[in-house]
């Protein structure tokens, strides 16, 4: 009998135990999710809408894509943007933000890059490099875009 208290006792203890780490790794893959989620998202910068028709159509055309979560015909949208006009330094922002969605994490870097060395000063190209370093697993260079995105504005959280 006191076997069986025992036994009854330490099987009870091994569900218990089970069960808890299950709700810890729904709450880990939970969490994974949402970091996910906000690495994967962007924040919208300010357009002037100051070019001619076409170009206008190309950035709009984009923009609505990535909203509608269809990076690559947003990327599509964004190249063909810069071909007809490479001075349009957003296009590059929302390009890099498509191709991060994609995967292609070298080419959306150079997009970012390209942005800081137009547009020095950048807040979200720095959180962008941040985020794809975090996609990585470069923490080291993703902590140094982020805290220099903090330099740039320290009001923004990032």
């Not at 070019?51 to 015909?73: C, D, R, T, W, Y």
């Not at 547009?119 to 959180?127: A, G, I, T």
Request: with cysteine; glycine share 6%.
């Amino acid at each position: 009998m006191a076997l069986r208290t025992v036994l009854g006792s330490l099987l009870l203890s091994l569900a218990f135990h089970a069960n808890a780490q299950l709700e810890l790794f729904g709450e880990a893959i939970g969490e994974h999710a949402r970091e996910s989620n906000q690495i994967l998202s962007y924040t919208e910068i300010a357009i002037e809408w100051k070019m001619s028709g076409k170009l206008q159509v190309h950035l709009n055309e984009g923009i609505n894509n990535l909203f509608e979560n269809n990076p690559a015909l947003a990327e599509t949208n964004f190249s063909d943007l810069i071909l007809a006009d490479s001075t349009i330094w957003q296009a590059y922002y929302y390009r890099g933000v498509a191709r991060k969605q994609l995967g292609k994490l070298n080419d959306a870097k150079e997009d970012f890059l390209h942005v800081i060395a137009t547009r020095n000063f950048l807040y979200e190209s720095y959180v962008e490099l941040g985020k794809i370093c975090q996609l990585e697993n470069n923490t080291r260079d993703a902590e140094k875009y982020y805290e220099k995105s903090i330099r740039i504005d320290p009001a923004k959280p990032v």
